[in-house]
């Protein structure tokens, strides 16, 4: 069974620039999650969908953030006008809402300059 | 919203020594999860563990809900075990991570 799949794994950046990062849930996943790791912290909820749905985004800053999963499978995050606090790496995890453990991809590490 | 404590923060052993690590929170959670994130990789799954006490190879987990807290033990460490394990309490699929304990284990 594949696990769940990100692209791109790094992506540099000027402040202002805008950068679009794909996840790719482990099939039968109902739940994905973004989720944004700055270096030495714990991984920080972004947004979490139950299929097509936002279920909770209320840690998503709005003014620059968005995420979709319009058939209920992949799923975008964009970021407009990066900031260099956004720096991190962000992850994307998916679960069965009937079991509810979470698997994590290999996460996308963003520099912004 | 939960908070959550991992101790220590970090760990330094020599192989074949045990540890044990711990995790605190402030909330009552129905779903309890460790991971591993080795340095610059992805976080892995360890165990699930809400409640009482669960063992996979190596690894012991103990999660008293009541007391809201949860502890990690391994038993005869390996160098390929250094990195950092990390804490995740949650309900309703919702996770709140610790910040992690960060272990080195020298040969």
């Known amino acids: 069974e594949a696990g769940v799949t990100q692209s791109p794994r790094y992506a540099v950046l000027q402040e202002g620039q805008a950068v679009s990062f794909w996840c790719d849930p482990i099939?039968?996943?109902?739940?994905l999650y973004w989720y944004q790791q700055p270096r030495d912290q714990g991984p920080q909820l972004l947004v979490y969908?139950?299929?097509?749905?936002?279920?909770?985004n209320s840690q998503l800053p709005s003014d620059r953030f968005s995420a979709v999963r319009p058939k209920g499978t992949n799923s975008t995050l964009k970021i407009q006008s990066a900031k260099q606090g956004d720096t991190a790496t962000y992850l994307c995890?998916?679960?069965?809402?009937?079991?509810?453990?979470?698997?994590f991809g290999p996460g996308t590490r963003l520099t912004v300059l | 919203g939960q908070q959550v404590q991992q101790s220590p923060a970090s760990l330094v052993l020599q192989e074949g020594e045990n540890a044990e690590l711990q995790c605190n929170f402030s909330?009552?959670?129905?779903?309890l999860q460790w991971f591993y994130q080795s340095p610059g990789g992805s976080l892995v799954s360890l165990l699930s563990?809400?409640?009482g006490t669960k063992h996979t190879g190596r690894l012991t987990s103990t999660t008293v809900t009541k007391e809201r807290r949860s502890s990690l033990h391994i038993s005869s460490s390996q160098t390929t075990d250094s990195g950092t394990y990390l804490c995740a309490p949650g309900s309703f699929n919702k996770l709140t991570f610790g910040a992690g304990t960060r272990l080195a284990v020298c040969p």
């Open positions: 969908f139950r299929d097509e749905a936002v279920i909770d």
């Open positions: 563990n809400p409640s």
């Open positions: 909330s009552t959670a129905t779903q």
């Open positions: 995890a998916s679960s069965s809402s009937d079991w509810g453990e979470q698997y």
């Open positions: 099939s039968g996943h109902d739940t």
